[in-house]
């Protein structure tokens, strides 16, 4: 508080107050609050809203496609399968999804649970074409309760996959006599849907819709054959967007919708990588430094040849080398990671692809498990005055709290940090997180190490070191290929934001 003395005149305190006051009172203590006593940096627009925070924080997570075209070899289905074809050789188990997904260090798990044949792997009110018509271990399968229960068990994050587009549906791109769509589908079918979806529980972090409507892709009502012709020309009309996003939120208040939301965006490819320029706003790869609406990115990919499990075409995992350039590429990119991890026939991940979420954890852990940072001596040469509960000194880079961070004064776009240590460490990796609940601002930082404390080499070669946001890692040997088995000796790590849109804030720092 700020204490600020009035005067009011004699004549003035008289005739408020008549025989009270004489000429020596002539002064009144006024306490008046400033506006920013924290001396709190201002944002930098756009901001995220705290969902978003939330979601951004899972940074890793499994997608698991699992269905009707696991049982027909294909990735598309027609929509005119038999719900008989759903035939899991044993019960499905979800838990082990989750299971062999945490064994890999990710946070949670989206599980398909509609594709465009339409097939819902619960079962619904809204169509016949689900589990209530499968026959012997499908039958009646519920997979989002057995999904949902089985990440709170494992204390992971949780989400459905539906498709909007349906060519199970004969109400989808239904025309009335005048040639106009008719708004059936959305009522009676993808609306229900979701909000059945959403009942399975209020603590959902993602619930996404995927933009395909057709193709040349033969199959039942909703599909693009030369006899149907079905389209649609405006989803976000057709499938009621607005409506849907709003009552979906109202249901799932931590849920961000990909895809109708317009709260995340994909990436712009399905290979796991996302720009070394990548600002959370703006389109694809690299967004768009000057969008005004905050969009992260998600980079959704596979771990095996298809989306779906085939043994005879696509069940060809990649390596756990390659899975962890693909996590430095995504995550270490102010991106969050969606690996596909497709069941099999028994409703149960392939032994091989286990193996290797297992090896995958274990690269994690050797390379970005040990984070020397916490036994370094932190030095900037800047840093913003703390005032009231402000508190913005470089040591809240290394304390392992996500609410404190370092900031650079108001009028600054360039500061250094230097982390030091007494004797020379073995360093491969700088990680770097803005405090993007205040926006994202680093425009251009370097990596320059010592190994005496006095003479710098620059780090990091052949990466483009622009944008930070939520997280960055950069490799120091320059490659997200090859791992530096020797690394670097350090005495001390130097890292220099050459330019900001406004004063630089980062909440963390970590060596490995």
Request: proline share 4%; glycine share 8%; aromatic share 12%.
């Amino acid at each position: 508080m700020k204490k600020i003395y009035t005067l009011f005149s004699a004549l003035c305190l008289a005739a408020a107050a008549p025989g009270t006051l004489s000429a020596q009172n002539n002064f009144k203590l006024v306490e008046e609050s400033v506006s920013n006593p924290d001396n709190t940096p201002a944002p930098v627009y756009p901001v995220p809203s705290e969902r978003q925070l939330k979601w951004n924080e899972t940074e890793f997570y499994a997608f698991f496609h699992y269905g009707m075209n696991t049982y027909t070899n294909e990735e598309w289905g027609s929509g005119m399968e038999r719900e008989t074809v759903f035939a899991p050789t044993q019960k499905p188990d979800p838990r082990q999804w989750l299971e062999v997904a945490k064994k890999a260090h990710m946070k949670g798990g989206i599980a398909v649970v509609k594709h465009h044949d339409g097939f819902c792997l619960w079962p619904t009110a809204t169509t016949e074409h689900c589990t209530r018509n499968s026959s012997g271990y499908g039958k009646n399968v519920d997979i989002p309760k057995e999904f949902a229960d089985a990440a709170r068990e494992f204390k992971m994050k949780y989400g459905f996959y539906i498709s909007p587009w349906d060519m199970s549906s004969p109400y989808w791109g239904k025309k009335d006599s005048n040639g106009k769509y008719t708004d059936e589908y959305a009522k009676k079918v993808f609306l229900p849907q979701c909000v059945e979806l959403a009942k399975y529980g209020n603590d959902q972090f993602e619930m996404w819709f995927d933009g395909a409507t057709g193709g040349d892709h033969a199959g039942g009502y909703g599909s693009y054959t030369s006899s149907q012709k079905r389209t649609i020309d405006n989803a976000q009309t057709y499938y009621d967007i607005p409506n849907l996003r709003d009552s979906i939120h109202n249901l799932l208040p931590n849920v961000i919708m990909w895809g109708v939301g317009g709260e995340a965006r994909w990436i712009g490819n399905e290979e796991g990588y996302s720009g070394q320029t990548c600002w959370s706003m703006g389109d694809a790869e690299s967004g768009d430094e000057n969008a005004w609406q905050w969009a992260a990115g998600e980079s959704d990919a596979k771990s095996t040849k298809g989306w779906f499990w085939d043994s005879s075409k696509y069940n060809q995992p990649k390596s756990a080398e390659t899975l962890f350039k693909m996590y430095l590429e995504t995550v270490g990119r102010n991106a969050t990671f969606l690996l596909n991890l497709p069941p099999n026939r028994a409703g149960l991940i392939d032994e091989s692809l286990v193996t290797i979420m297992e090896d995958l954890g274990k690269l994690l852990d050797q390379r970005l498990g040990t984070d020397l940072a916490k036994t370094a001596k932190v030095t900037t040469d800047c840093t913003r005055e703390a005032m009231g509960k402000g508190n913005y000194d470089a040591k809240n880079l290394t304390d392992g709290n996500k609410d404190t961070y370092w900031a650079a004064p108001d009028g600054r776009t360039s500061a250094v940090i230097e982390l030091s240590w007494d004797t020379p460490q073995t360093v491969r990796y700088v990680s770097l997180m803005e405090y993007i609940k205040l926006g994202q601002r680093v425009k251009k930082f370097k990596i320059e190490t010592s190994e005496d404390g006095v003479t710098y080499t620059e780090r990091g070669n052949g990466q483009t070191m622009t944008t930070v946001g939520y997280k960055r890692i950069i490799p120091l040997n320059g490659s997200t290929t090859n791992y530096s088995a020797s690394g670097f000796k350090a005495k001390s790590v130097r890292i220099t934001i050459e330019n900001a849109k406004a004063c630089p804030l980062l909440h963390t720092v970590e060596v490995f």
